[in-house]
């Protein structure tokens, strides 16, 4: 059955606050970044046009909704306790349009939500108070409401900001039963409906038999490891008309979590295509799954610069002015700005920006610059990093192959002839305690292994063997001219390579920074032949800095690889440098694994240990060139 286009009408209550807030953003009196500026287009491409699709707009719905939060509800803590739930226009944008679209057989539209807002807007109290309308209001016949989270106390924060809020109200408060002493609670019963309000999380383990919710609010999706807590509340939505996942959080730092996943997925649907560009210009197209989910993402323009410009602040932080003050967030900017360490977190959690590590060894978007997707070359030099491992870290071969030169332009003005590479790893971690590690790990190692980026043969450790196979394969393929490599295990590992019988040079190279290798003795007869001082043998500070040019004089061209990124974005240092300013990577100070960064590292220090020499660009450049021969 398809839906009636839907006119705004003088008596539709709720819809003239969602549109006005709507209408209020496009034209620019209420300031809002991208996302939010096209999840108010979508609402309106879905006035003119949702009808032809099924859909349809309940204002009694949207207003009921409306009227429990303002008539019923009573916030606790602070300035507002005891007063009544007067939404903000951007949570009546959010709340009248969750539960204002209906489908063609009456059911509500969206199933999922997704809301990203910075630290101290009020998402807590907004999701508890949606938690208690499920449980009390929602004509929902037994109905399962679960605040969940990643860990315990994170759930517990959005269960309790609903606690307070019932406590604070009679109306409610004389409907229902808690469990647990005052603070301690539990559980919240409507014995009414057979219904109840109860926090979950996913480190508490099985709950015994499957729920079956009718809303799941799920906090700080940022710290969920994976989406195990919320596919398991998913999968008891089949017994529900209308159920909701809502999803709150900050933004994150890790670009390979489900958070960032949901994120992706949002910003796609506000701009109504799979491939927006880098404006996030709305298309409006709508596709399979999208229709079902509502997003309301914050974020800044790609130029705005929260550091020097308080105008842009709101973008983050629609309640500025309402929770959060301009002299809040400035007293957040002006310590940033006094201690470098904390920008990347304020940046983060109050401007919603997404970081990397808290101290990450160069902008993502410079790596970006240089990583894509290619196909393998077909033979020629290759250069490999190989850093091993025991039962936890990963095992990468690292592969460099050098493609020509590049002409650059030196700070003082000379141009230099320089050599360029693709790169990328292969990288192994044990089948076995796959699935712990990334529960540990917090990283999503079972989505890398299936989508090919990461190797987990059976076993509880890496078989140098199966490593040592895929050399031999690479020395079949390409002509290996050196192996970089650290001593771990190596010595086990060469026998596997004389086993497949590999000859190629394999020079030493120690992970840390306070010893360099012993140089090659081919390199040492040379530097004497040639009168020269005695060569350098490779080490970590030589080899960071060697990656480090290639990838911002963008003359290295890295093969997309989650695996790589993450390794890259969390790489940390000693610190301080040592009085020489020389850094290593410390993998024990590390937010993630980066065995991959070492290993590329490597790989490019062997390959800039032994130069290429440029060909000649022009016959009349090579000396053995005569027009006699070529005739």
Avoid at 80 to 109: E, Y
Avoid at 170 to 186: M, Q
């Amino acid at each position: 059955m398809k839906g009636t286009r839907k006119t705004t009408s003088s008596t539709e209550v709720a819809l003239r606050r969602v549109s006005q807030y709507a209408l209020d953003v496009l034209d620019g009196k209420t300031i809002a970044g991208p996302h939010v500026r096209n999840a108010c287009k979508r609402h309106f491409a879905d006035l003119e046009a949702g009808f032809e699709r099924g859909l349809s707009w309940d204002d009694e719905a949207a207003n009921r909704v409306f009227r429990f939060f303002e008539e019923r509800l009573k916030l606790s803590e602070g300035q507002f306790d005891g007063k009544p739930f007067l939404l903000h226009p951007s949570q009546a944008f959010k709340l009248g349009s969750i539960f204002g679209w209906k489908k063609a057989d009456g059911t509500r539209r969206f199933r999922t939500v997704y809301i990203e807002e910075g630290k101290g807007n009020g998402k807590s109290p907004f999701a508890g108070g949606v938690g208690l309308y499920g449980l009390t209001a929602d004509k929902e016949s037994g109905a399962q409401i679960y605040a969940a989270a990643a860990k315990k106390d994170q759930a517990q924060i959005l269960f309790q900001d609903a606690c307070k809020m019932v406590r604070q109200a009679p109306a409610l408060r004389d409907r229902v039963k808690f469990s647990g002493g005052l603070g301690k609670e539990f559980n919240i019963a409507h014995h009414r409906s057979g219904s109840f309000f109860r926090p979950i999380s996913k480190e508490a383990g099985k709950t015994g038999s499957g729920p079956r919710p009718h809303f799941a609010l799920c906090d700080e999706v940022h710290e969920h490891p994976d989406r195990s807590i919320m596919e398991m509340l998913q999968r008891g939505f089949k017994f529900r008309q209308n159920p909701l996942l809502l999803m709150i959080t900050n933004s994150g730092s890790d670009r390979n979590s489900v958070c960032w996943e949901e994120r992706d997925r949002a910003v796609k649907v506000l701009a109504g295509t799979p491939t927006p560009d880098e404006d996030f210009t709305y298309v409006g197209e709508v596709w399979e799954g999208s229709d079902s989910v509502f997003a309301y993402v914050c974020s800044l323009d790609k130029d705005d610069d929260p550091m020097t410009d308080p105008a842009c602040w709101i973008k983050a932080n629609p309640l500025l002015g309402t929770i959060l003050t301009e002299e809040y967030l400035a007293g957040v900017v002006a310590e940033a700005r006094a201690v470098p360490g904390k920008l990347n977190n304020v940046l983060r959690l109050h401007f919603c920006v997404w970081t990397d590590a808290d101290k990450a060894w160069m902008a993502r978007a410079t790596v970006d610059g240089v990583m894509s997707d290619w196909q393998l070359p077909e033979g020629g030099p290759l250069f490999l990093g190989i850093d091993l491992s025991g039962t936890k870290d990963m095992t990468v071969v690292a592969c460099v192959h050098p493609t020509g030169f590049r002409e650059i332009t030196r700070d003082d003005g000379v141009a230099v002839s320089l050599p360029t590479y693709d790169a990328w790893i292969e990288a192994w971690t044990p089948g076995d305690t796959l699935a712990a590690r990334v529960m540990a790990d917090k990283q999503p190692y079972d989505i890398w292994v299936r989508d090919g980026y990461l190797n987990a043969p059976e076993g509880p450790r890496i078989r140098l063997d199966i490593v040592a196979a895929r050399v031999a394969e690479l020395d079949r393929l390409y002509d290996i001219q050196s192996i970089a490599y650290d001593n771990y295990a190596y010595s086990a590992f060469k026998d596997e390579l004389d086993v497949f019988g590999i000859d190629a040079e394999q020079l030493p190279h120690p992970q840390g920074g306070k010893v360099r290798a012993r140089p090659s003795e081919e390199k040492i007869e040379a530097a004497k032949a040639a009168g020269e001082k005695p060569p350098l043998g490779l080490w970590m500070p030589g080899s960071v800095n060697e990656v480090e040019n290639l990838i911002i004089d963008g003359r290295i061209r890295l093969r997309k690889s989650p695996v790589l990124m993450s390794a890259l974005m969390g790489a940390t240092f000693n610190h301080p440098p040592d009085p020489h300013g020389n850094r290593w990577f410390v993998k024990t100070r590390a937010s993630v694994r980066i065995d991959s960064a070492v290993a590329i590292a490597m790989a490019c220090g062997a390959a800039a240990d032994k130069p290429a020499t440029k060909g000649p660009t022009s016959p009349w450049d090579d000396p053995d060139f005569s027009l006699a021969a070529a005739a």
